[in-house]
């Protein structure tokens, strides 16, 4: 008993000079082994840490100071118990706490035991990876998504032979996808999805065996997916979509047995789905959607799939029914079949057999509505449905799958898509869909009010009723519980909207389209509430106000806004803001705006400001800052007065430019040869003196040149078909141009519209117009070619310039807009050429109209002008052209005006098909000329007009004789028909003595029968 106490005091006096020893400093051991973080490592990652920007706050651990020494205890870093070496370096970013800058990887060379570095979801700014990042070769998992690198990708990475996870998505990276990752035989992820990568999928892929999961999606990848992707068979997941595949689907992706995700939608391959995919028992996944070109039938062998939950077959060329029968893909959730137009329906009850299905989607596809089977069964999905997409499928207001649907008292349905059919009569209620969040029900033939239970639908984001005939007015009721409410497009209804200047909007919209309803006549004052706005498009409202000026600053936020077609007044005040979407598009023609265009409006992408009392352009032009962003600006048909300023090269990126029909005068300043960006040029109907500055040769991209009615003077310029060979219209019409055509025009291969008429041009036209290559194509749209300019430009594409040219059509001025997609044209009328009309001109197939009047041209009309079978216009008149007038001339069916008048023809008027509907007007003035067209008689001829005189007045005897005749049976018929039913029909005696009359004969008649009848039995008895 005595040791053992001993004892226990023995133990306790050791751990009280141990406990002593520590407090004094004396256990240096202890103290060493804790701090474990390698010099070397610690300064490198204190180097790499000064070139980021850490607002965040994300590296506020990584210090340099004798608390902070151990930087295995630094946030985002592990380090190796046994050796203190970092191994993991994990500085992904979530937003708000990201780094940013530009970062400088190189200083983390020391990290040579780093197995996994994650630098995913930062922005680096464009950084490159850089090439020694391949001398980290004991690196398993490298993650640099999401981050802004940029530069093309390393092909250093191949030397990574650990490596097991890649992941370089949503970066700004470009190039080709480097071979040498064919020797990362270790890698099991590969993600390349979402940069600029070009190029072919490199063959050496198919080397990388233990491949699981290989993403290449949203690229410019392109030619055929190699066939040793096929040899990866333990890929499980492979998305190749949104790139520029072509080629066919390869048989042998039925090897890929393991595969769970196969995408390979938006892409240009074609031919038909291999009934091999089939064979992919484990797939999950399948998305074949947007390849075009793929057709044929959905393969019998998908039924196969038992494992399938997601099917989108979309935006293909199937055709043949659909093959699936029930107990067919049993676990399916979402089912896309849009835009496949000959698909036939075969078994409905398949459908009503996918309990789990909870999204439908069956765009396009026409012959549903006329199935009234398939609709009953859509309308039982409903219980289950989250989405249901019917747009385009020829549903009318008697479609069951409308009616069934809203019968349904516990709908969970959130989306439901309705658009582009023939649904007509009011909205039914649609209070049961208390889920619902997307409500689209545009281009219908919906009448009625808005009905006020769409209010009572309080988890509505997104409501679309454009395009339809809604009418009445919208109050401040309607939308009092829809504070979810992100998106409303009433556009092109007859509705009021009637708010009240104090009211305040439940909802803060994104997206707002109200064109074509009445807002007006003051400005929405409760817009200023509206602080989300991206898209707003209230043209054509019926607005007669000033703009408030609170209203310009919302500009800030917009990427959309159209407010044309109002008569909106006032100024744009020349705010201190600045525009920062790179697509910002505005749209404020046809109003009465004036004054001049702020500065700060040169930062947007599109500016129509057409149709206003816009005044000046000197701010807007000459300011301080440079246009980095704005591609077109429209100015016509304002008050602009004076020269142009001389400072075009501030906005350099312009694109389309149109100043035409205001009061510019004196040169074309030099400086607009700096916009090398330029495709469209209009400055038409102005005062422009002196000739075209020779610096408009560098905007060679230029597509349409249409400097007409002004005062330019000097020769046509040769530049004009040397250099812009792009061009498709070239109006140069009403100047004082002289000298000849140049013979350069004739390198003008694409061009469409040439005029150059009511000049001072002379001598010959160039035989070389042959080459124009594009009007010997014949046009495909034939029909009517003068139209109006749409109202809205309510799209949200950043290309909201219609082109247009004032051309004469059929004797008049007309206006065309986008007129390279309809009309090609060659006008050299009113001026003073001279020579013959070149026979090369029959090359021309595809010329709609051809004008040479009012010059002095001489010799005959060609016959290879029969050629022409497009024309509809040909205009010869007052020249002094001789000889006849060629029978090929009646081939031309489509000719609707020809004036061949005042020339020196001679000879008989071909009789004819097309020449025979023209009167004697198209002819006059050549005083050798005969025919039946002019009733002039040819030589050797019968006098025109006496037979066929005389027969016509005997026809028209016999004319006056049948019709007589005709006339009396008419009145006959009527006098008899209603003299003898009109009291029975009108006269309630007669009608009931005419009905016992009947009876009557009825009863005699039967009477009679029966006693014949007898009389012939007895008869052959007897």
Known sequence: MGGYFVKILFALLVCFLHTEISILGLNSTSEISRVKCIESERQALLNFKRGLVNDSGMLSTWRDDENNRDCCKWKGLQCNNETGHVYMLDLHGHY???????????????????????????????????????????????????????????????????????DLKWNSLDGAIPSQLGKLTSLQH??????????????????????????????????????????????????????????????????????????????????????????????????????????????YHFKNLSQLQYLCLGGLNLSGPIPFRVGNLPILHTLRLEGNFDLKINDAQWLSSLSFLTTLGLTSLHNLGSSRYWQQMIGELITNLRELSLVDCNLTDESVVLSASLQNSSSPLVTLNLNDNSLE????????????????????????????????????????????????????????????LEELDLTDNSLSLKFGTTWVPPFQLYNLGLASCKLGPSFPSWLQNQSHLVFLDISDAGIDDFVPDWFWNKLQSMSLMNMSYNSLKGTIPNL??????????????????????????????????????????????????????????????????GQLPNCWEHLNTLEFLDLSNNKLSGKIPQSMGTLVNLEALVLRHNNFIGDLPFTLKNCTRLDILDLSENLLSGPIPSWIGQSL???????????????????????????????????????????????FTAMMESRVITSQIVRGRRISS?????????????????????????????????????????????????????????????????????????????LEFLDLSRNHISGKIPSTLSKIDRLAVLDLSNNDLNGRIPWGRQLQTFDGSSFEGN??????????????????????????????????????????????????????????????PWRIA??????????????????????CHMWFKG
């Open 927 to 988: 005083t050798n000329l005969c025919g039946q067209q002019l009733n002039k008689s040819c030589p050797g001829d019968k006098p025109i007009g006496t037979p066929e005189g005389e027969a016509v007045a005997g026809e028209d005897e016999d004319s006056i004789f049948y019709g007589a005749l005709y006339m009396s049976l008419g009145l006959g018929f009527f006098a008899g028909f209603w003299g003898l039913l009109g009291p029975i029909l009108l006269w309630q």
């Open 725 to 771: 060979q792009q061009l498709q219209i070239l109006s140069l019409r009403v100047n004082h141009f002289n000298g000849s055509v140049p013979v350069h025009l004739c390198y003008l291969r694409q061009i469409h519209i040439l005029d150059l008429s009511r000049n001072n041009l002379s001598k010959g036209i160039p035989t070389c117009l042959r080459n």
């Open 96 to 166: 708000p706490q990201r780094l940013s800058g530009l970062i400088n990887i190189s200083s983390l060379i020391d990290l040579q035991n780093i197995e996994y570095l994650n630098l995913s979801n930062n922005d680096f700014e464009g950084s490159y990876i850089p090439k020694f990042m391949g001398s980290f070769t004991n690196l398993k998992y490298l993650d640099l998504s999401w981050s802004r690198f940029g530069g093309r990708i390393p092909y250093e990475l191949g030397n990574l032979s650990k490596l097991e996870y890649l």
């Open 576 to 641: 201190p803001i600045k525009l920062t979407d790179d697509n910002k598009l505005i749209v404020l023609n046809s109003n009465q705006l004036e004054g001049e265009i702020p500065a700060f409006l040169s930062h947007a992408y599109a500016l129509d400001f057409s149709n206003n009392k816009i005044s000046g352009l000197n701010t807007f032009l000459c300011g301080k800052r440079a246009s980095t962003n704005l591609h077109t600006l429209d100015l016509s048909s304002n008050r602009i007065m």
């Open 794 to 870: 309510r799209s949200i594409s950043p290309l909201i310039y219609d082109s247009n040219v004032l051309l004469m059509w059929k004797g008049q001025d007309h206006m065309y807009w986008n007129p390279e997609n309809l009309l090609k044209s060659i006008d050299l009328s009113s001026n003073h050429l001279t020579g013959e009309v070149p026979k090369e001109l029959g090359y021309l197939l595809g010329l709609v109209s051809l004008n040479l009047s009012r010059n002095n041209l001489h010799g005959q009309i060609p016959s290879e002008i029969g050629n022409l079978n497009s």
């Open 425 to 484: 009569g009011p909205i039914p209620n649609l209070s049961n869909f208390t889920s619902l969040r997307t409500l689209h029900l545009s281009n219908n033939r919906l009448t009625g009010e808005i009905p006020k239970s769409i209010g009572l639908l309080h988890e509505l984001e997104s409501l679309h009723l454009q395009d339809n005939y809604f009418e009445g007015d919208i109050n401040e009721w309607h939308p009092t519980n829809l504070s979810k």
């Open 190 to 299: 590969l993600d390349l999805s979402l940069n600029s990568l070009s190029g072919e999928i490199p063959s050496e892929v198919g080397v990388l065996t233990s491949l699981q999961h290989l993403d290449l999606s949203g690229n410019y990848l392109r030619g055929e997916i190699p066939s040793e992707v096929e040899k990866l068979t333990s890929l499980r997941h492979l998305d190749l979509s949104f790139n520029s595949f072509r080629g066919e689907i390869h048989s042998e992706v039925g090897m890929l047995t393991s595969l769970q995700h196969l995408d390979l939608r938006g892409n240009s391959l074609l031919g038909e789905i291999p009934s091999e995919v089939g064979k992919l028992t484990a797939l999950r996944y399948l998305d074949l959607s947007y390849n075009v070109a793929i057709h044929g039938e959905i393969p």
């Open 994 to 1015: 005419y009905l016992k009359f009947l009876n009557r004969l009825t009863d005699y008649i039967l009477l009679m029968v029966e006693v014949n009848m007898a009389k």
